[in-house]
């Protein structure tokens, strides 16, 4: 159990630069998610982390060290793969010990350590066999079992679940959450899936073009998202981020949506400092709603407003129920058998939990 | 129905002339050993008053025992044993050691990649086109300077540089389709470039170490150039001491004889290919599919 600080790092290969200025501090104990589409730069940072790559500029710190020159044998890291990388000549066994077997550990205690961890992960039955005689989801625990033998200070995740099909991927999912629990390790987890993400961290990075766009627990990253990129990123279906005009006037802060047919609707109180609110009186924002907070009500209510909706899909749990807001496809969660495709629906908006972004930065407006 | 009976007599009759003509083919390609054989366990009278291809009218191992123990080679009479025992002790060390350096070279080339790697290993390649005639001077001198000069060791060295090409190939080809993570997972359990290479890479590779093997093992044993340029005497491998049995011209020409220093000459090879020529398919096809 270990902080991991990370300050300033950049890394670029010749002109193309990977990462830029990256800072990211984790507690002890905390599960750090990196998250972003392929290319984002998350893999080459826990890259940089494990020192499997140099770092550009900057400086990494496991419990409070430097480890910028140490090479990954001397960082106290396990780092599990994407695709596992089990030693395919030997058992499992030789695979869980062969870390153990490097650094000189007596063989008794070597056995002890493979039992434990073999009793956590339930791999007893496997400890015999090759990695070619394992199906996926024992060559992902195999995996694992080879990070948590060496009880370093730092645990590293590369993709581990990408490779598995949907219904295990959940299975592990809970697993990796609950040996985080149990154990108490700090993690960082490298993934694409906001899925993972939200359930997994207790900290969350979402990364775009070697930046961090934001950093903070999950729901924060849910609730008040730091931009439009993140906002479309977390969440599915993704948070509507839908063009309107804001005004303030003597009633109160306005947000005025375009209908279809012209007109506009009002959707009234939104919750904004004043000065802010002087700031952006009179332009265009882009206003961020998730589709959950969309809820279906009898008219005349304050703040109630008509939609035509286009299609409906129900789920089982909700529907969902497209239609046009703003210019743009909206889509709503709402009570199953609420709405119908074709008809009108009078819904209304939680406006606490809207949030609101500037057109052109995409920022989101305090 | 009759055309279901047309149909399957045509079929029969395509299967027919298919194995006619492999078997007319496989027989003329037996030819050669066919002869070799049959004229090894003949005496020589009835060589020279009898058919060649003829089966023997009764079979002697004396040509064999002659080839193997007091066949004259040039104006020693101490037939092939000793020159067999020279290319033992060249082809061993020189296959181990090429085959070696070859899987260090592509473990490097492909799992520590530095800076200027493939053009490495695009002038490493270059080898496997070098005209051996071209550079029997330079290694000539080479071993000379080195005090090699007419040794067994002068040989095995010179086969070991050569066949570092080939076997740089093999292994770089190999280790290419090894995914990279292993490195990685091992780097992060500790092990260093030795340790991973001793432990990981070197146990997954037995094909291309069979592949490798037998290659080189055929290239070096039937190898005469080198053999005949840089030794001589009791020095020679058994493939210059072969050509020396032939052409001793004294006396009545010992086809017999002829045949059966051949015969031993070219049986490891054929060893080889028999116990390990499975693993050699398999591995060469392995080495293409991933590379």
Redesign the interface.
Known sequence: MATLQIDGVSKSYGDLDILKRVDISIDPGDFLVLLGPSGCGKSTLLNLIAGLDDISAGEIRIAGQRVNELSPRDRDIAMVFQSYALYPTMSVRENIEFGMKIRKIPAAERAEAVKRVAALLQIEPLLERKPSQLSGGQRQRVAMGRALVRNPKLFLFDEPLSNLDAKLRVDMRTEIKKLHQRLGTTIVYVTHDQIEAMTMATKVAVMKDGYVQQLADPETIYDTPASVYVARFVGSPAMNIIPASFRLTDRGPQLLFRKPDGSTVNLGDVRISDETARQYSGRDVLVGIRPETFRSVTAGQPGAFDADVEVIEPTGPDTLAFFTLGGTEVIARLEPRSVQSGRSACLSVNMEKVVLFDRDSEKRIQ | MSTDLQGFSRYLGGRLFIYLALVLVALVYLMPLWVMIVTSVKDLDEIYNGSFIGLPQHITFEAWDKAWSSACIGTECVGLRGYFLNSILMVVPAVALSTLIGALNGYTLTKWEFKGANVLFGLLLFGCFLPFQAVLLPIAQSLGYLGLAGSIKGLILVHTVYGISFTTLFFRNYFIGL?G??T?????????FF?IFW??ML??SIPIIVVSCIWQFTQIWNDFLFGVSFTSGSNTPITVALNNIVNVTAGRKQYNVDMAAAMVAGIPTLVVYILAGRYFVRGLTAGAVKG
């Open positions: 995914p993570d292993l990685r997972a091992a780097l992060v359990d500790g092990a260093g340790r432990s990981i146990p997954a």
